[in-house]
């Protein structure tokens, strides 16, 4: 019985791919090197006062996160813009090729305004529910539970905008896919290789923590936030590419 409704839910799903133009296909390259790099440069603020530095560079953060979904990835299918497909119609007297060619783009393309829109609205969505959830995922799994409250949480913001967000963009509310989500039967892309990539690097990130090498970068979450943002790239990259369209366990 489990195998059959497993078999089902694979049946069901399928890998999300970037959009098929050339700035798409750019920007999804350097979109990780982008993230790397300001991280990179705002690192030592990081390490001598997290809670500024993280407050700070949120807002960079989820622009270049949502400049990357409007570009780079599809919208969720409920989350059509503007008028219906059916308004748009081929010229008269257009071959029968091209008129097929010409309903279909316009059934499928909501246009960068609507794309725009779809990641604004999920960006509002990812920081209500992101953070706490993720907080109190990171506080079950050895976080400070009555200290650095507020590093917790930013830490878990910055992670929702790695993790969720482009989750929440692609795939909308969809109860089957949010359910694929949680029981790791959706198959990898870059949406989702960058969730796994982003939770695994938050976890091995924690590893030096307890370590008693007295370095100041050892302080909480400066390890496991760079454990996400390099896990977020790693996975990003093998769920988009290498290990694209294949389930975890599979």
């Known amino acids: 019985m489990t195998s059959s409704a497993e078999r089902k839910a694979h049946s069901s799903s399928s890998p999300v791919s970037t959009l098929d133009n050339n700035l798409a296909r750019f920007f999804t390259h350097i ?11 705002r690192f030592d603020a990081l390490v001598a006062d997290p809670v500024p530095a993280l407050l700070v ?14 570009t780079c990835l599809p919208p969720a299918s409920g989350s059509r813009v503007g ?7 081929p010229p008269k007297g257009a071959k029968k090729g091209r008129a097929s060619s010409v309903a279909a783009a316009g059934k499928g393309d909501v246009g960068v305004g609507g794309r725009v829109v779809t990641a604004l609205l999920s960006a509002l969505l990812t920081l ?10 990171m506080i079950l799994f050895g976080a400070p539970l009555t200290t650095h409250i507020p590093h917790t949480l930013l830490a878990a913001t910055h992670m929702s905008l790695l993790a969720i967000l482009p989750l929440v963009y692609v795939h909308g509310v969809d109860k089957k896919k949010w359910t694929d989500v949680a ?11 960058g969730t ?3 939770l695994l690097g938050c976890w091995l990130g924690a590893i030096p923590i307890p370590l008693d090498w007295d370095r100041e970068w050892q302080k909480w979450p400066v390890t496991v936030l ?20 294949k389930r975890l366990g599979s």
């Open 31 to 41: 979109h990780p090197v982008l993230l790397l790099c300001f991280y990179y440069l």
């Open 57 to 70: 560079s949120s807002v960079p953060i989820a622009t270049i996160q949502l400049a990357y979904l409007a």
């Open 83 to 89: 008028s219906p497909p059916a308004a748009v119609r």
């Open 128 to 137: 209500v529910l992101g953070p706490p959830v993720l907080a109190t995922l």
């Open 183 to 193: 029981s790791a039967l959706l198959p990898l892309d870059e949406a989702f290789g």
């Open 196 to 198: 796994v990539g982003t």
């Open 226 to 245: 760079t454990g996400a943002y390099i896990g977020y790239a790693v996975g990003k990259f093998m769920g988009g590419y290498v290990f694209k369209g």
